[in-house]
């Protein structure tokens, strides 16, 4: 089964262009599981442009309280600096049951590209080892690439780090996926080599970046054992128009569906 993760970076961005509380994150964060996310996900970073490190802390208490995940992202390679302790140090303080590591620059609008393991592996694996030793699931963004063998020894390297996890970055799939036809289709088949590639290799799959209602289901059913999925933008996105709560239910109808080999709207969810 399929699990879904959201995001709420961007509740903290709406909020923070205002300043205040409003939206609150921690009500955003109780509205998604009430409507039956599964778990929430946030990626601070070291300037605060969203989340911020009392927004972590916050979270962390009300996934505890529910016994959900949380899932943490962010650059374990970034310096602390006033009001970022770093990341690990936030992962020791807020104990999320998952901690994703992204490559991430200060001046990226977003993360778009995984790790080189085969370069990052060595210097990855003494920080997975301090996320592990203190209880948390350990995942690595990763890429998909264009050539299967290269997936192969990506893949090796990822599972020599020590991570349990490889998150893959969703968002050429997505961009192959708004023009439609042979090219998702192409796109869609290397994900699922990767996948496949690192399941070998003992890693369980996750995947995010730029997955919508559009194109979630397809990509569910190409690429097999998908464990779960973080959706933040387009979700947020799309609750302006259809409200929250009915977002994240459509959301958990489409993972739901692929788990029970069955079409989305062809029964209770």
């Known amino acids: 089964m399929t699990r879904l993760s959201v995001n709420v970076n961007k509740v903290a961005v709406l909020r923070n262009s205002r300043g205040g509380r409003d939206p609150d994150v921690v009500a955003a964060a109780v509205a998604c599981l009430d409507a039956g996310a599964h778990g929430i996900t946030v990626h601070p970073r070291p300037d605060a442009r969203h989340i911020r490190t009392d927004d972590v802390?916050?979270?962390?208490?009300?996934t505890g309280q529910r016994g959900v995940e949380f899932n943490l992202e962010g650059n374990p390679f970034a310096p602390p600096r006033p009001g970022y302790p770093g990341f690990i140090a936030l992962c020791e303080a807020a104990r999320p049951a998952q901690a994703t590591l992204?490559?991430?620059?200060?001046?990226?609008?977003?993360?778009?590209?995984g790790f080189d393991f085969e370069r990052d592996a060595d210097r990855l694996q003494p920080l997975i080892e301090t996320l592990r030793a203190i209880g948390c699931r350990v995942s690595v963004f990763a890429d998909a690439p264009l050539d299967p063998h290269v997936a192969a020894t990506q893949a090796a390297a990822a599972a020599r780090s020590g991570a349990q996890r490889i998150e893959l970055y969703t968002g050429p799939y997505a961009e192959a996926a708004a023009h439609g036809g042979?090219?998702?289709?192409?796109?869609?088949a290397r994900f699922a080599a990767m996948a496949l590639a690192a399941q070998s290799n003992g890693l369980g799959v996750n995947a995010g970046h730029d997955l919508s209602q559009?194109?979630?289901a397809a990509f569910l059913a190409?690429?097999?054992?998908?464990?779960?999925?973080?959706?933040?933008?387009a979700l947020i996105s799309e609750a302006l128009h259809a409200?929250?709560?009915a977002t994240?239910?459509?959301?958990?109808?489409?993972?739901?569906?692929?788990?029970?080999?069955?079409a989305p709207g062809s029964g209770p969810a």
């Not at 992204?102 to 590209?113: C, F, I, K």
């Not at 042979?182 to 869609?188: C, D, E, I, P």
């Open 243 to 245: 409200g929250l709560a």
């Open 182 to 188: 042979k090219q998702a289709a192409s796109v869609r």
């Open 57 to 62: 802390m916050a979270l962390a208490g009300l």
């Open 214 to 216: 559009a194109n979630l």
């Open 102 to 113: 992204v490559p991430d620059g200060d001046a990226q609008l977003t993360s778009d590209h």
């Open 248 to 262: 994240v239910r459509a959301y958990r109808a489409l993972v739901d569906a692929q788990a029970q080999g069955r």
């Open 222 to 233: 190409g690429v097999p054992g998908v464990l779960e999925v973080s959706i933040g933008h």
